[in-house]
């Protein structure tokens, strides 16, 4: 539930908030400002990036002292991997800010990323059972290394030593999403 949740909020948050700016006029207002695009950029991500880690440390709470799971790996790993998921779904999150014109867009787009992420992931599904193309498909999902990371973590109490590859396969993602919304970004405010 962990992963579920952080990226649903990430990704809404995100994507509303630049496309907000454009809306209601303050964009052009921004953009004559001293501010630079990368001031901007974290300006807008940082909160949310906060309040994702905010919500992994309350479930985190919760699935340990009321349902009583107990975290068997490093909590400090899961924060490393929680930062480079979040910079993922943030990214992610911007991109679609970055290409949408309205909220409304912006929304109908996080859900048109949101739902198949959440179906390839092997959430719901395990991806063995899945068709081999569609299964090839699910190593473009963040999701899907998270929720490695997050059951190795939590039930089987691995290390870094196990999850280095999900680990990397999120920083990966993590700064090519990231490069990727911030070139969007700077041709959008040209």
């Not at 962990?2 to 509303?16: E, G, N, Q, R």
């Not at 974290?42 to 909160?47: A, S």
């Not at 800010?97 to 867009?105: E, F, I, K, M």
Request: charged residues 10%.
């Amino acid at each position: 539930m962990i992963a579920i949740i952080v990226m649903l909020i990430t990704l809404m948050l995100t994507s509303m908030a630049v496309v907000r700016e454009k809306e209601i006029g303050t964009m052009e207002q921004i953009m004559v400002t001293p501010i630079t695009s990368a001031e901007f950029i974290l300006g807008k991500t940082v909160p949310f990036a906060l309040i994702g880690f905010a919500d992994v440390i309350l479930i985190t709470l919760i699935g340990v002292f009321w349902f009583e799971v107990p975290i068997r790996g490093n909590l400090g790993l899961l924060f490393v991997a929680t930062a480079l998921y979040l910079l993922t779904t943030l990214s992610i999150g911007l991109f679609i800010s970055t290409v949408s014109q309205t909220q409304q867009q912006a929304m109908m787009s996080t859900f048109f990323f949101y739902l198949p992420a959440v179906l390839l992931s092997g959430f719901m599904f395990p991806i063995a059972n899945m068709p081999p193309l569609v299964q090839w498909l699910t190593y473009l999902n963040p999701l899907r290394y998270f929720l490695v990371i997050i059951r190795g973590l939590f039930l089987k109490g691995v290390g870094p030593s196990v999850l280095w590859p999900q680990v990397l396969a999120l920083a990966v993602m993590g700064f090519l999403t990231l490069w990727l919304a911030a070139k969007r970004f700077h041709k959008t405010l040209a």
